[in-house]
T-cell receptor, first 112, second 116 residues
Framework: DAKTTQPTSMDCAEGRAANLPCNHS???????VYWYRQIHSQGPQYIIH???NNETNEMASLIITEDRKSSTLILPHATLRDTAVYYC?????????????FGKGTRLHILP | GAVVSQHPSWVICKSGTSVKIECRSL??????MFWYRQFPKQSLMLMAT?????????EQGVEKDKFLINHASLTLSTLTVTSAHPEDSSFYIC????????????FGPGTRLTVL
């Protein structure tokens, strides 16, 4: 698997956009970028994923650079409920035995 | 999105007893299910991968005789912690995946196990 690098922690003011960076400089051509988050004492929650193009859903936007070596997850209007650990994961298309290995993620604190 | 449930959400047991945790995919058939363990302030650690109808594949360092995994149907996997000890106290999380392709892995809410 391509490795990812994320900041250990970040703060963001409530109501502002939270921009979480992820570096994945060794990503391969067929590997997707996935984002999950884990709110304290809950299971991880899927947020979004993408391959080359930018993606947007009801939760967030994913911006992937043209060279695909980095990406940014954007929470457009952060709320206190967005306080969580955010994991950036790079994965090839799923095969039968593929699995998600979690790194340490970014601990995002939304400040009131 | 797809829903994965776990039962129980928390359990307290005495040292030496066995505990079974269930993981169900509620609105899809899961060809593959995964079990993770998470200690306080640490990331999730993958324990094993289980495919329906076949034996689970355990990660290095995980004792297969202690953590018994059964994936008898496309919607149910169970993890049994046998002869539990206080060091097995942890947050156990399962996840499920529908099939091949760029599909998504969905996670359960987790089970908090406390062994006294």
């Amino acid at each position: 698997d391509a490795k990812t690098t994320q900041p250990t922690s970040m703060d963001c003011a409530e109501g502002r956009a939270a921009n979480l960076p992820c570096n994945h400089s060794t990503i391969s051509g067929n590997e997707y970028v996935y984002w999950y988050r884990q709110i304290h004492s809950q299971g991880p929650q899927y947020i979004i994923h993408g391959l080359k193009n930018n993606e947007t859903n009801e939760m967030a936007s994913l911006i992937i650079t043209e060279d695909r070596k980095s990406s940014t997850l954007i929470l457009p209007h952060a709320t206190l409920r967005d306080t969580a650990v955010y994991y950036c994961i790079v994965r090839p298309p799923w095969n039968r035995d593929d699995k998600i290995i979690f790194g340490k993620g970014t601990r995002l604190h939304i400040l009131p | 999105g797809a829903v994965v449930s776990q039962h129980p959400s928390w359990v307290i047991c005495k040292s030496g007893t066995s505990v079974k945790i269930e993981c169900r995919s509620l609105d899809f058939q899961a060809t593959t299910m995964f079990w993770y363990r998470q200690f306080p302030k640490q990331s999730l650690m993958l324990m094993a991968t289980s495919n329906e109808g076949s034996k689970a594949t355990y990660e290095q360092g995980v004792e297969k005789d202690k953590f018994l995994i059964n994936h008898a149907s496309l919607t149910l996997s169970t993890l049994t912690v046998t002869s539990a000890h206080p060091e097995d106290s942890s947050f156990y999380i399962c996840s499920a995946r529908r099939g091949a392709g760029a599909d998504t892995q969905y996670f359960g809410p987790g089970t908090r196990l406390t062994v006294l």
